[in-house]
């Protein structure tokens, strides 16, 4: 499996959009206030990402709603922006359970449209370290391997055992160190001699990284004794009654 490295896409804020897309339309404040009948001070705040100086988040989505079309930029992109940053806004803001924060009790804590961009960036680069972990797990990690027959160790005064599992498709099986072929889902089954006493069987399972799937199973053969054959023209003689 290869990996590819890609750049991080530089984020645009709620802020920057707004504020680029009414320089472009060559608007000042004044003049949008009185067209959209909302306070300077809260286009302000919507153009500097400062959300804790508007009413609420109702607001916040109705403003950038309407200050969007205004400007003819996407009014859906821009809202669904905007509760992503108000989102990572109350994580940030979030006060920490400890004394040290009860100290400063009255201090807000004020994001910027650079926290925002780094909060962004922030839960991207997780993402991709998550993705690139659960990846390497995947490649590195033994494959599944399950032994069905035999169950476990058992006993048995049989010559031959019959050795059935499933594995993952991919994987190559070994028994005792010999290759055993495996259908296209990875069932796999085998006769193998036994000898009398205790029979090691090694099951192994190995993809071409990471490391191999191992299951033992110990058999013992029991044989029953057989009486000696008699030397051919021998006579028994019987021991007379009392």
């Keep these: 499996m290869h990996f590819s490295i890609k750049q991080l896409q530089q984020y645009q804020t709620v802020a920057e959009l707004l504020a680029t897309a009414r320089q472009g339309k060559d608007v000042d404040l004044d003049r949008a206030e009185k067209q959209l009948r909302i306070s300077k001070k809260y286009l302000v705040a919507l153009e500097q990402g400062q959300y804790h100086k508007l009413p609420g988040d109702l607001y916040v989505r109705n403003f950038v709603r309407a200050y969007a079309a205004y400007l003819g930029a996407d009014q859906e992109a821009a809202v669904a922006l905007a509760e992503r940053e108000l989102d990572i806004t109350k994580k940030i803001a979030e006060p920490e359970q400890s004394s040290t924060v009860n100290r400063y009790a009255g201090q807000r804590t004020v994001v910027t449209p650079r926290t925002l961009r780094q909060g962004l960036i922030g839960l991207l680069v997780l993402a991709c370290l998550s993705y690139f972990g659960w990846q390497l797990n995947a490649i590195f990690s033994p494959p599944q391997l399950l032994v069905t027959e035999p169950a476990g160790d058992i006993v048995t005064a049989d010559g031959t055992i019959i050795i059935r599992g499933q594995t993952e498709a991919e994987a190559q099986v070994?028994?005792?160190?010999?290759?055993?072929?495996?259908?296209?889902?990875?069932?796999?089954?085998?006769?193998?001699?036994?000898?009398?006493?205790?029979?090691?069987?090694?099951v192994t399972a190995?993809?071409?990284?990471?490391?191999?799937?191992?299951?033992?199973?110990?058999?013992?053969?029991?044989?029953?004794?057989?009486?000696?054959?008699?030397?051919?023209?021998?006579?028994i003689e019987l021991a007379p009654a009392p």
Aim: charged share 20%; hydrophobic share 35%.
């Design 206 to 235: 190995s993809k071409k990284r990471g490391r191999p799937a191992k299951v033992v199973r110990q058999v013992i053969v029991e044989r029953s004794a057989e009486p000696a054959p008699m030397p051919a023209g021998e006579l």
């Design 174 to 202: 070994f028994i005792n160190q010999q290759s055993i072929l495996a259908d296209p889902n990875g069932n796999f089954v085998q006769q193998i001699d036994l000898q009398t006493g205790l029979n090691t069987i090694t």
